[in-house]
């Protein structure tokens, strides 16, 4: 065997490097979260045909679904991940785990560190990236040590871990807080996690105080729970945008104040993920400046431009001028993955597809003891003209009986479950 089989095998390209005009087309996914997961999935059942190629860089998938919870030790909530070579081999399609660092368009071929990947139709779920540049913080060194030392934890559930364990050897002072600026994925979740974090202080007779630096209006399901019950143990800084971080004085520059702190949950705005940025596929206004997020429809989720390449979950642009995102969340995202997926196979095979819209329920706990949830529920339609309208609804859950957990569990058979 030659040289470059053999290296071609070992990394298990070898059957992916064939000429484009071989009989079975080919989707290759980017992201493994739970758009890309959702859309390999349903592709898998839908389109029995066509091949189906998931690349990640990561080995497997971690959640962020119940971490507040879970962060403080409140009920018995356990982080879920998940291996992707045995969930690709059980749901039958392919995973590459590599890092994908180009997008041909003409060629219809992405680069990854594992080698060329030719695809017919390409759907990019890659997450989001966090714009430390944002703070002028530029410097990559000193990225990776705030965001070893000091992570807020909202890019990669994998990072949960590590934080759990900053909390737990926190013994008081001052724990401060940043909330991204809108939009930003979960948007109750912040919020949520605030309120575990003040409970955790005030029952565990911690001397600290949490400080929230919130550049956003307070989601008003929290205002009372985190200005008045647990007032002793959370400062809230209204309307404050980080300007700068030091490090080295443990200091926070916002345009309030500059606040000091003895350990911080940073989190910067967020972005779509660094591949878009250089694929070319970031939506951009007046003159040429970036959005920051992506340019696809908001009915189809295709690439403005490239009707071969599908842009979902969280990296997502505005889809309304109206209501501006889709909210970033794990369901959306899931649904998106569907909804494409539908789309590709319905292309494959020449038929037409029905026009679907995502849709969004959130269980967020907005009060600890008692314990009470709200729900969320985020609904879409077309009006007569095809514009596109949001309807939100908030349910209060005064005797939750487990709903987050089940809402959890039925998501996982969709896209995770082997
Ligand atoms: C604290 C918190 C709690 C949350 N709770 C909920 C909840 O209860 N319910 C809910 O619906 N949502 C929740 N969310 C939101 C949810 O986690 C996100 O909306 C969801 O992860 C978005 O999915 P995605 O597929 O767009 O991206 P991601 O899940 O971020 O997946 C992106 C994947 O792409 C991979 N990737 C990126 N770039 C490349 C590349 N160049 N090459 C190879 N691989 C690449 C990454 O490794 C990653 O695995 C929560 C979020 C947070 C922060």
């Excluded at 079975?24 to 059942?45: D, E």
């Excluded at 560190?113 to 000193?142: C, F, H, K, M």
């Excluded at 807080?177 to 575990?196: S, V």
Aim: proline residues 7%.
């Amino acid at each position: 065997m030659n040289r470059r089989r053999q290296i071609l095998l070992a990394a298990g390209l070898l059957p992916l490097v064939r000429p484009l005009h071989a009989a079975s087309r080919r989707v290759v996914i980017v992201g493994g979260g739970w758009g890309g997961l959702s859309a390999a999935s349903h592709l898998r059942r839908l389109a029995p045909e066509i091949e189906v190629v998931l690349v990640d860089r990561q080995p497997a998938f971690s959640s962020f679904a119940l971490s507040n919870r879970w962060l403080v030790d409140h009920g018995t909530s356990q982080l879920v991940s998940q291996d992707y070579a045995a969930l690709a081999a059980s749901r039958g399609y392919r995973f590459i785990q590599a890092s994908v660092d180009g997008i041909d368009r003409a060629q219809r071929m992405v680069t990854t560190s594992a080698g060329r990947l030719p695809y017919d139709w390409l759907v990019l779920a890659p997450g989001i990236r966090e714009n430390w540049a944002a703070w002028q913080i530029d410097d990559p060194q000193t990225v990776a040590e705030l965001r070893q030392r000091h992570s807020g934890a909202m890019l990669h559930a994998a990072d949960l871990p590590g934080l759990k364990q900053r909390l737990t050897g926190f013994a008081g002072g001052d724990l401060l807080m940043t909330i991204p600026p809108a939009p930003y994925r979960c948007p109750p979740a912040p919020y949520e996690r605030a309120m575990f974090i003040a409970w955790w202080l005030k029952t565990q007779k911690i001397p600290g105080k949490l400080i929230i630096v919130d550049p956003n209006p307070l989601m008003p399901a929290f205002r009372s729970i985190l200005l008045d019950r647990f007032a002793e143990q959370v400062t809230y800084v209204d309307h404050a945008n980080v300007r700068q971080v030091d490090l080295a004085r443990k200091t926070v520059i916002t345009d309030v104040d500059d606040i000091r702190f003895d350990e911080a949950l940073l989190a910067p705005p967020q972005q779509a993920a660094d591949l878009l940025w250089q694929a070319g596929l970031i939506r951009r206004i007046d003159g040429g400046q970036p959005t920051g997020w992506a340019d696809q429809g908001g009915k189809d989720f295709r690439s403005v431009a490239d009707e071969r390449v599908f842009i979902i979950g969280d990296a997502a642009g505005l889809v309304s001028p109206l209501f501006g995102h889709f909210p970033k969340t794990g369901h959306i995202a899931n649904r998106m993955g569907a909804i494409v997926a539908r789309q590709i196979a319905a292309r494959a095979t020449g038929q037409a597809f029905p026009a679907l819209l995502p849709e969004s329920v959130c269980h967020v706990a907005s009060s600890v003891e008692p314990l009470e949830y709200t729900r969320i529920d985020t609904r879409y339609r077309r009006r007569g003209d095809g514009f596109l309208l949001q309807q939100v609804r908030q349910t209060r859950q005064p005797n939750p009986a487990g709903e987050d957990v089940a809402w959890a569990e039925a998501m996982y058979r969709d896209f995770l479950l082997p």
